[in-house]
């Protein structure tokens, strides 16, 4: 279950996909195998009235961990493993200590007031002329908000642009009301970090400014469940609500990724359970490139509506491939039309890359442009082909 306790609740959770089972019997049968897009196919037709079709372009579930407003308690953190600086090969590591006096400069406290009340959450500093990054689930739909610095300074901040399908926003205080230094910008990683590497995560953990905590890097490149997040980093580094939109920090002071999401143990009691998620430099900086630029982003869209395969299912529903994505929907004029898939197709890679999920296949087609063309395998009726697609524009949301 994912903590969904934020500062700004996210409109609209997703459901959880359920498939139906066979009907019982003593042994369990096993449903004979036939063509999934068959019409008359009972098995199928149970299948697609159980699933909630998800549109492969720009991802509408959110749910959050790192932003939370309020709260009367919470229950206690575990504490983080020992913290053992990895040397990178440079040998230009610095303590926690070290790396915490380096970007508690850069890490901003954010408050908003909005429609669904007010709430925090933190930014990371991105531009010495006054622009900051933070997670666009902090800031959506508010009416106002401010960024408090490090040293105490409050500033009105306007919402630049924020881009839900990767939970990523700018903000940009008036340069008029900082000082002629502007603000301190950290470095940020060009590369994702090593698997076991010190993390530092910096943010407002409930409203409480200028927090600390440390951790490892847990895992790179997850897929979250329910979330726009499918190349983060896994942290056991303590984050809780209000660390959203924060900084992960490696142990040469580079920001490594933006705090966005922890995994609870209990969805009615916010807390961290030492499994956190950041979007990694890589994918937020040219983001935030585009956020500055255009105010929105633009992504590659397929345009397929489906659910997950594994062997389970496709043993169950008799299906082509035991892993992949599999189409319930094609969307009218999209690039998977143009490229004849249908409904029943089950995708198991997508440029050289293997599918396993619909989340596998959302992260695979965002990472590309639109316009790209790409190689998919698709498998249907026991048959295996190869389709080249051109991808196109996923619509741009209301500003």
């Given at each position: ?10 409109r609209g ?16 049968a096993r ?9 008359g196919?009972?098995w ?5 009235a159980?699933?909630?079709?998800v ?10 961990a ?9 229950p ?6 020992p913290i ?6 440079t ?16 890490v ?21 002329n ?20 490090p ?13 839900p399908?990767?939970d990523?926003?700018v903000l940009r ?8 230094s ?25 409203g ?27 942290t056991?580094?303590?984050?809780n609500?209000?660390n ?6 490696n142990?040469?002071g580079?920001?490594i990724g933006?705090?966005s ?15 956190g ?14 956020l ?16 997950d ?5 496709a043993d169950?529903y008799g299906l ?16 998977a ?10 995708i ?9 999920s619909m ?7 965002r ?11 698709v498998v249907?009726d ?7 697609i051109t ?5 741009t949301?209301?500003?």
């Amino acid at each position: 279950m994912y903590d969904e306790h934020t500062d700004q609740e996210p409109r609209g959770s997703g459901s959880t996909l359920t498939l139906p089972r066979p009907p019982a019997s003593s042994p369990p049968a096993r449903p004979t195998a036939t063509r999934p897009r068959q019409r008359g196919n009972p098995w199928w037709s149970a299948l697609v009235a159980a699933l909630v079709a998800v549109l492969v372009a720009v991802p509408t579930t959110l749910v959050v961990a790192g932003a939370g407003a309020g709260g009367d308690a919470s229950p206690a953190t575990p504490e983080a493993a020992p913290i053992v600086d990895v040397d990178d090969g440079t040998g230009q590591t610095m303590s926690v200590e070290e790396v915490a006096d380096s970007l508690l400069p850069s890490v901003a406290l954010v408050e908003v007031q909005g429609a669904r009340g007010n709430g925090a959450g933190s930014a990371v500093t991105y531009r010495e002329n006054g622009y900051l990054l933070t997670n666009a689930h902090v800031v959506a739909e508010a009416d106002a908000v401010r960024v408090t610095l490090p040293d105490g300074t409050p500033l009105e901040a306007e919402v630049v642009g924020a881009d839900p399908a990767t939970d990523l926003a700018v903000l940009r205080v008036d340069p008029d009301d900082l000082p002629d230094s502007g603000l301190p910008v950290p470095d940020f990683a060009d590369e994702l970090p090593a698997v076991g590497s010190t993390a530092v995560a910096i943010g407002s953990p409930f409203g409480l400014e200028s927090t600390v905590t440390a951790g490892i890097v847990s895992a790179v490149a997850r897929t979250v469940p329910g979330l726009p997040l499918t190349d983060a980093i896994q942290t056991d580094a303590p984050i809780n609500p209000g660390n959203s939109g924060g900084a992960l920090v490696n142990a040469r002071g580079e920001v490594i990724g933006i705090n966005s999401a922890i995994l609870g143990a209990n969805p009615s009691a916010p807390g961290n359970v030492g499994i956190g998620f950041a979007i990694p430099t890589t994918t937020a900086l040219p983001i935030a490139e585009q956020l500055i630029d255009q105010g929105f982003v633009e992504h590659a869209q397929l345009g397929v509506q489906g659910t997950d395969v594994d062997p389970s299912v496709a043993d169950a529903y008799g299906l082509s491939a035991s892993e992949g994505a599999l189409v319930l929907g094609v969307q009218e004029g999209s690039a998977a039309e143009e490229a004849g898939l249908t409904r029943g197709d089950i995708i198991t890679s997508f440029g050289g890359e293997p599918v396993t999920s619909m989340p596998e296949l959302g992260a695979l087609v965002r990472a590309q442009d639109p316009g790209d063309d790409v190689e998919l395998t698709v498998v249907s009726d026991d048959e295996e082909r190869t389709v080249t697609i051109t991808l196109g524009t996923a619509p741009t949301p209301p500003r």
